[in-house]
């Protein structure tokens, strides 16, 4: 079933916020705000800077509490979370895999073949008894994506996941992320790519100054006229102008 | 020959001579301020890591009161352990002051805001950057903090040699509630400034340069297994 298809949309939601804020001292990161996350869906965030987008995401997550309004999620939800700099303990690249699987609860007999099976797909292997900080920032970034795949999350939310690597690492990871949203997992990613907005997703949402601008399906997203904040931001207009 | 010209020759002749007493003294300074630091370690690393993840009301004046307490006076904490181990003390049925043991209680609670303070800031300067991620993993508080320090832990072990620089280097606490006594309490800062009090400069300047190429030489171990990891972690195959 993917996003696309009716059945997914007829399905409940995996994540739904209702009114969602947050408030950072004076500073509204985000207003109320409804949405919610169907399986299979691929979303990207788009939008400046400080527009909410992080905020969001970790509202989604749960990482984030809500001011007010609230966030129901199906449960048990199996999520994971890659972020723009990818955190590694030092330790060997096959202990932070163990680690990542211990706290997801996964079994202790199935650990050692899913951190194989989760190595093998991003390429680090061979490097498995490395120490993860000795890798390259793309190989970290790929390491943290075999630690969110090796669980097998339902929801994987993705914040910038490739704006600090160089163009060869960006399109590793991408081709990744790709693989890993046909295989029908839920994504739900910020990104200031639009190149990558349009190869990834299927949905696009634009937030600016907290605010949910524009929510549509990609090809509207990117073809139709867009309210003028996001037609700005697509245009690469500044944003005082 | 100068004062310092001097000790030099008398510290190369402590070294040569291997004196049986200097070797006593040598051994229980090393032994009391290990126990203490590892007394510490025990206490302190915890504390400190729980102080930097947990979030707490009051907490704030806690972090406050402990980095006041870096500045803790030697002579005071041995004064304290002095009152608490007297036979008229709350602890005096343990009777054992002018022990080692004292000695290892006075520098014990002198260490201890060393260990906590400069874990805490180093358990709450890496959870700052990677807190988020180990959380939404799913690793609880105790957790992120434990994990900050095996991450963190040739920092921690750093914090550790700091701890025992100030416990082997300190003398009031030790020389209140050891008192002194040769063969028994005596440790190499206590007989220093007995040496000074005596006007053998060169001997206790001497003594002096031998606490410093000990505490040299425990550096250059705890570094040289640093190296050692280092490599071997480097060098490691599937």
Same mark, same amino acid.
Request: some cysteine.
């Given at each position: 079933?993917?996003?696309?298809?009716?059945?997914?949309?007829?399905?409940?939601?995996?994540?739904?916020?209702?009114?969602?804020?947050?408030?950072?001292?004076?500073?509204?990161?985000?207003?109320?705000?409804?949405?919610?996350?169907?399986?299979?869906?691929? +979303?990207?965030?788009?939008?400046?800077?400080?527009?909410?987008?992080?905020?969001?995401l970790r509202v989604l997550h749960g990482l984030q509490r809500c001011d007010s309004g609230a966030r129901h999620a199906v449960a048990p939800l199996r999520q994971a979370m890659v972020f723009q700099r990818p955190f590694v303990?030092? %330790?060997?690249?096959?202990?932070?895999?163990?680690?990542?699987?211990?706290?997801?609860?996964?079994?202790?007999?199935?650990?050692?073949?899913?951190?194989?099976?989760a190595l093998e797909r991003v390429g680090l292997r061979e490097l498995r008894a490395r120490p993860a900080r000795a890798l390259s920032l793309?190989?970290?970034?790929?390491?943290?994506?075999?630690?969110?795949?090796?669980?097998?999350?339902?929801? %994987?939310?993705?914040?910038?996941?490739?704006?600090?690597?160089?163009?060869?690492?960006?399109?590793?990871?991408?081709?990744?992320?790709?693989?890993?949203?046909?295989?029908?997992?839920?994504?739900?990613?910020?990104?200031?790519?639009?190149?990558?907005?349009?190869?990834?997703?299927?949905?696009? +949402?634009?937030?600016?100054?907290?605010? +949910?601008?524009?929510?549509?399906?990609? %090809?509207?997203?990117?073809?139709?006229?867009?309210?003028?904040?996001?037609?700005?931001? %697509?245009?690469?207009?500044?944003?005082?102008? | 020959m100068s004062a310092f010209g001097e000790s030099l020759t008398t510290a190369a002749r402590l070294i040569a001579d291997a004196d049986a007493a200097?070797?006593?003294?040598?051994?229980?300074?090393?032994?009391?301020?290990?126990?203490?630091? !590892?007394?510490?370690?025990?206490?302190?690393?915890a504390g400190g890591a729980a102080l930097a993840a947990a979030r707490f009301p009051g907490q704030r004046a806690l972090v406050l009161l402990l980095n006041t307490l870096l500045a803790l006076p030697s002579v005071v904490v041995g004064l304290v352990v002095y009152l608490l181990l007297s036979r008229s003390g709350p602890l005096g049925s343990l009777g054992i002051l002018f022990t080692p043991s004292a000695m290892v209680v006075a520098?014990?609670? !002198?260490?201890?805001?060393?260990?906590?303070?400069?874990?805490?800031?180093?358990?709450?300067?890496?959870?700052?950057?990677?807190?988020?991620?180990?959380?939404? /993993?799913?690793?609880?508080?105790?957790?992120?903090?434990?994990? /900050?320090?095996?991450?963190?832990?040739?920092?921690?072990?750093?914090?550790?040699?700091?701890?025992?620089?100030?416990?082997?280097?300190?003398?009031g606490a030790v020389m209140v509630v050891g008192g002194n006594i040769d063969g028994v309490t005596r440790v190499m800062t206590t007989t220093i400034a007995l040496e000074t009090s005596k006007g053998d400069l060169p001997l206790a300047l001497a003594l002096g340069l031998l606490l410093l190429g000990v505490v040299a030489l425990v550096n250059l171990g705890i570094a040289g297994v640093q190296?050692?990891?280092g490599a071997l972690a480097l060098g490691n195959t599937p």
């Open positions: 079933m993917t996003a696309s298809s009716p059945l997914a949309m007829l399905a409940p939601p995996l994540i739904r916020l209702e009114r969602a804020s947050v408030s950072f001292g004076a500073v509204r990161a985000l207003l109320p705000t409804t949405l919610a996350v169907q399986p299979g869906e691929r +979303i990207a965030l788009l939008g400046h800077n400080g527009s909410g987008k992080t905020t969001l303990l030092r %330790l060997s690249v096959a202990a932070n895999m163990r680690l990542a699987l211990w706290l997801a609860g996964v079994a202790k007999d199935e650990r050692e073949p899913r951190m194989l099976a793309g190989q970290q970034q790929r390491l943290a994506l075999a630690r969110a795949w090796a669980v097998r999350p339902e929801v %994987l939310f993705l914040d910038e996941p490739t704006a600090s690597l160089d163009p060869g690492a960006k399109r590793e990871v991408e081709a990744l992320v790709a693989e890993f949203a046909d295989e029908g997992m839920t994504l739900v990613m910020s990104t200031h790519n639009l190149g990558q907005a349009k190869r990834l997703a299927r949905r696009v +949402i634009y937030l600016e100054a907290g605010r +949910i601008v524009a929510d549509r399906p990609t %090809l509207e997203f990117f073809d139709l006229p867009l309210p003028d904040e996001a037609a700005h931001f %697509l245009k690469g207009d500044l944003p005082w102008h | 200097l070797l006593h003294i040598v051994g229980l300074s090393l032994a009391v301020s290990a126990s203490a630091c !590892l007394l510490a370690a025990g206490f302190g690393l520098q014990t609670i !002198l260490v201890l805001p060393v260990v906590a303070a400069l874990t805490r800031q180093l358990v709450a300067d890496g959870l700052r950057g990677s807190g988020e991620q180990l959380r939404s /993993m799913g690793a609880g508080t105790g957790l992120r903090a434990l994990l /900050m320090l095996v991450h963190e832990r040739w920092s921690v072990l750093t914090v550790l040699l700091t701890a025992f620089g100030r416990a082997i280097a300190e003398v190296r050692w990891r």
